[in-house]
Each structure stands twice: as structure tokens, then as C-alpha cells.
């Protein structure tokens, strides 16, 4: 899932960095953020595989005076750590050299190793490596803005903390079923907002107007879902009353309700 791609404050504090690699180190921050906070487990797993290989062409860049170009791929990045890790001393500061590198072996490992998105196993440990991994992508951005905007680490915090990416979900799953916590929304909008919530399947329409608490079925499908379906928003299928949200659903989400 896409995101804004811009935070003037993030922008700010890291300024100092090139904007080619702060732009993307960004981008990949707020979407693993915003994906962590709607529980997209392989969205997110993405996102920080994205991040992780954004900083490292920063650290590259600070370190050995060149970085890996955007479109070349990385060869392993473990080992492409490990290089920045014994570099001498005085190419960088310690934590660019050794603690930020290690920090984003163990991010990118969690994304590569764990499965996520992975089925079977005892415990659903998903909702927990998202959480791990949103908390380890915070202190590297932290620790970008304390290095490159002479912050200390707390005012680092209290900047990152500041940034609408701890938002209250739009989306909140109880008792088998979904709601739309954002107010003031009209149906059409809330039934696009679950149906982004749930873009790999399939959702019943008397799912949906049940959700959404719609107060006639009948109504719901004609004066919501076909005007939808006719801008081509949604798929809706009557023979099987099942919904499919459209590319075209999807930009609209991104781009005017998130």
C-alpha cells in the first residue's frame, strides 16, 4: 500500500541528507508506519525491507563517500553491513559505523526471516514483529535526526513522536466484524475505507451494510453500492453480492481519504 510520501517535519529535521535518499528513507518510514498501525502485516514487512535498504545507501554514502544506486540491487546485505561495520574510525561517527548498522541487520532479518504475513505455528506473532519492527524503525529515524540535526536523543523522540504517524486506525476489527472509527464520513466512504482495510478479498454486501450499520439493505445496494459500482470504484457482483475495491477504489482511498 502507497502513502503520503511527504512529512515537512521529518523533511526538516533530516534536511542535511540528500534529498534523493531522504526522500525514499521517508516514503518507507511513514508506510511501514501507517501499515503497522492498520495491522498489514506483509505491507509492512515490505516497507521496512524498503527503509532498511534506504539507510543503508545513506550510511554507504557517509561512510566510503559512494552508495549502491537506486535500481542496483544489493548484494547480501548482512555482509554489506558487516563492511560499514569495520570500516576505521574516523570515516564516521560509531553509531553510523557500528550501531545503526546492526540495528538494520536485525530489521531486515525480522522482515526476510520471520515470515511475515507467514500461516500456521502456535501463535500469531505478526501483530508483535510489526510492533517490533515500527519501534526499531523509530530509533533509527531518531538517531538519523539526533546525527544529522545535532539533536539530542530525546528531542529526536519528542520530534518523531510528534509526527501524525501514531494515528488512531481508521479501521478497528471486534467480534468478527469491522468498523470505521473516522467521523463524519458518508457511507460510500466508510465502505471504501473497509474495503481498503481488506484489499486481498472478497466482502459480502450484507457484510458490509451490517459494518457500515446501514439501516436498509435495499437501499444500501442501490444508492451506495451500484452508483460505486458504476464509477467503477468497486466491483460489485450481484449474482454472488460480493465487492471487490478497483485500482481505481484504491487511488481514491490513498489519495483523498488518507
Known amino acids: ?9 521529518l523533511d526538516a529535521a533530516l534536511a ?3 534529498k534523493t535518499l531522504r526522500s525514499r528513507i521517508i516514503a518507507a518510514y511513514l508506510d511501514l508506519k501507517r501499515n503497522c498501525a492498520e495491522g498489514r502485516s506483509d505491507a509492512a514487512g515490505l516497507a521496512a525491507g524498503k527503509f532498511c535498504e534506504a539507510t543503508l545507501r545513506l550510511l554507504q554514502k557517509v561512510i566510503t563517500g559512494a552508495n549502491t544506486p537506486f535500481g542496483q540491487k544489493i548484494g547480501n546485505f548482512a555482509d554489506e553491513c558487516r563492511e560499514l561495520i569495520q570500516s576505521p574510525a ?3 561517527s560509531e553509531s553510523e559505523r557500528v550501531i545503526i548498522p546492526r540495528a538494520l541487520v536485525f530489521l531486515y532479518t525480522m522482515r526476510n526471516k520471520r515470515g511475515i504475513g507467514h500461516v500456521g505455528g502456535d501463535v500469531d506473532a ?4 510489526v510492533a ?14 539526533r546525527i544529522h540535526h545535532g539533536l539530542s536523543l530525546e528531542e529526536a523522540q519528542d520530534l518523531v513522536d510528534s509526527i501524525s504517524v501514531r494515528q488512531l486506525p481508521d479501521i ?3 467480534g468478527g ?5 473516522r467521523e463524519g464520513l458518508k457511507a460510500r466512504d466508510e465502505l471504501l475505507l473497509l474495503l481498503y482495510s481488506s484489499s486481498d478479498s472478497v466482502i459480502l454486501a450484507e457484510d458490509l451494510c451490517d459494518w457500515i450499520e446501514y439501516s436498509n439493505p435495499g437501499v444500501f445496494k ?5 452508483p460505486l459500482h458504476k464509477t467503477r470504484l468497486v466491483e460489485y457482483d450481484r449474482e454472488t453480492q460480493s465487492v471487490v475495491l478497483s485500482p481505481k477504489g484504491v487511488q481514491y482511498v490513498e489519495e483523498t481519504l488518507l
Open 90 to 92: 574516523a570515516t564516521a
Open 222 to 226: 442501490s444508492n451506495v453500492l451500484r
Open 132 to 145: 517490533v519492527m515500527a519501534r526499531t524503525a523509530d530509533w533509527l529515524v531518531c538517531e538519523l535526526i
Open 172 to 174: 478497528w476489527e471486534v
Open 16 to 18: 542535511s541528507i540528500p
Open 1 to 9: 500500500m502507497s502513502t503520503r510520501k511527504h512529512s515537512p517535519i
Open 126 to 129: 505478526n501483530q508483535i514483529d
Open 177 to 181: 466484524k469491522k468498523r470505521v472509527l
